[in-house]
């Protein structure tokens, strides 16, 4: 009798793991308490899976022998608290499809830039030549390409919730980009239950493998001491000279060959010629860079990839010059410690427009970049109370708006020429739009409109 496999969550991750259990003999049940898209019942129906949305079936779920979780369904709804109470193992796409590849992984995780990274470490691999897949939290699903595709290696963007249910997954490189604050309703509202998760992504590593992380970052330097990892410890930081990893002194980024003796294998380059800004971005070529010379990539290949690399759309995504006006999409900035580095990054002065759905923010950390950046804020979501308070006395103009095209509108009013127009929200995108992306398709297409 063949396994039972019950995927909960018909989404992209979903049904690509429906696709690879059908590939390996296992009986499948999909089940989404919502809505599903029209696009994956096509999907779900040919491949003539049987499944159900708007509801939960619990005789149909129930006699799972292990149940896939979308990283989505939070451990506190009751399906979930049964099957646990069951004793279902409840496992991660992650976790289901690694099992059925012998590629290699890069793995990455951490609050902010893990996108940026992932998306610049995959852009490395290929232009090395390697036969290389990207997923997890970002393009096609994981399991869908193991199902498809002979990949040598996949690069991996991991949130903590998809890191919350592997056990035995091990990326052969993982990295850690930072850890701070986010999504703590998820976790009991105890920030070393986020922490934990983050580490999750190097338990199984071996001295074989490879840890890389951010040596200024306080909170996973700490953390590095109370959880086991075994891999060889690579770090990159930003105005401290290492003995290894990689590192940015006076705006010369160093990257550094322990398996070399030659002066000449080893990469530096000055950070201007970054296809990225700005030092959040200097962080994320870093890490990616390390990465890459610990799969033995040329460094000639290396410099060109950081220098030739095109941004993730909505991630300070220049859109156009406006009446020499710049305007820059970074919607995807959806807490305060990403709005930072987008402030941080910009030389220009800012109309700054911010808001949404507020998860718990403190803006305090903000502040002294919005004293020296931002000449005017403007207000994008239903309820700005928090966000007035908070800046209330920073700057000389704050203007509430209801929708991404009079946030342009009225930014357009108060920019003067040599001005930056950011849309960096620090802020979840439910109140006025579908999500983050939604959210920087309407103030593109508002830009473009002026």
């Avoid at 990455?108 to 893990?114: E, M, R, S, V």
């Avoid at 109140?431 to 409109?449: C, H, I, P, S, T």
């Amino acid at each position: 009798m063949s396994k039972r496999i019950v995927i909960l969550g018909a989404g992209e991750s979903g049904t690509g793991c429906a696709v690879l259990a059908l590939k390996h003999g296992f009986e499948v049940f999909v089940s989404d308490s919502g809505k599903v898209k029209q696009k994956y019942m096509d999907e779900l129906d040919g491949l003539k899976v049987p499944y159900e949305h708007g509801q939960h079936t619990e005789s149909l779920i129930l006699n799972a022998d292990e149940i896939i979780k979308s990283p989505g369904i939070p451990d506190k709804v009751d399906i979930i608290k049964k099957a646990k109470e069951k004793g279902i193992p409840i496992i991660s796409e992650i976790e289901f499809a690694s099992r059925y590849t012998n590629a290699r992984h890069v793995g990455i995780t951490g609050t902010n830039g893990k996108t940026t990274t992932t998306m610049l470490c995959y852009h490395i691999l290929q232009n090395a030549g390697f036969n290389v897949g990207l997923g997890g939290n970002i393009g096609k699903s994981y399991a869908l390409q193991v199902a498809q595709n002979d990949y040598d290696y996949y690069v991996l963007e991991l949130s903590s919730f998809q890191l919350d249910n592997t056990y035995t997954f091990k990326p052969h490189i993982a990295i850690l980009c930072n850890i701070t604050p986010d999504h703590l309703d998820r976790y009991e509202y105890e920030f070393q239950n986020y922490i934990d998760s983050k580490f999750r992504i190097a338990m199984n590593q071996d001295k074989d493998d490879f840890f890389i992380y951010c040596a200024d970052d306080e909170i996973s330097v700490k953390n590095m001491a109370t959880h086991k990892v075994e891999a060889e410890k690579l770090p990159f930081s930003y105005g401290k000279k290492l003995d290894k990893g990689a590192y940015v002194l006076d705006k010369e980024f160093n990257l550094i060959d322990n398996t070399s003796t030659n002066s000449t294998n080893q990469l530096t380059m000055f950070i201007n010629d970054f296809a990225l800004k700005g030092i959040h971005n200097c962080y994320n070529s870093m890490a990616a860079a390390i990465a890459a010379n610990a799969l033995n990539i040329r460094k000639e290949v290396i410099r060109e990839s950081l220098i030739n690399f095109q941004n993730v759309e909505h991630r300070l995504e220049y859109v156009a010059t406006v009446g020499g006006v710049d305007y820059i999409n970074d919607s995807k900035a959806t807490n305060v410690n990403s709005t930072w580095y987008a402030l941080e990054s910009m030389d220009k002065p800012v109309v700054w427009i911010v808001g949404g759905v507020d998860k718990g923010n403190d803006y305090s950390a903000l502040l002294p970049l919005v004293k020296e950046k931002v000449k005017v804020i403007v207000c994008l979501g239903v309820d700005n109370n928090k966000i007035h308070s908070a800046f209330g006395k920073e700057v000389d103009l704050m203007i509430n708006t209801s929708s991404a095209e009079e946030a342009v509108q009225v930014a357009k009013r108060f920019a003067n020429k040599g001005d930056v127009v950011l849309l960096s929200p620090a802020c979840a995108s439910f109140d006025l739009f579908a999500n983050y992306e939604d959210r920087g398709w309407q103030y593109k297409a508002a830009v473009k409109n002026l």
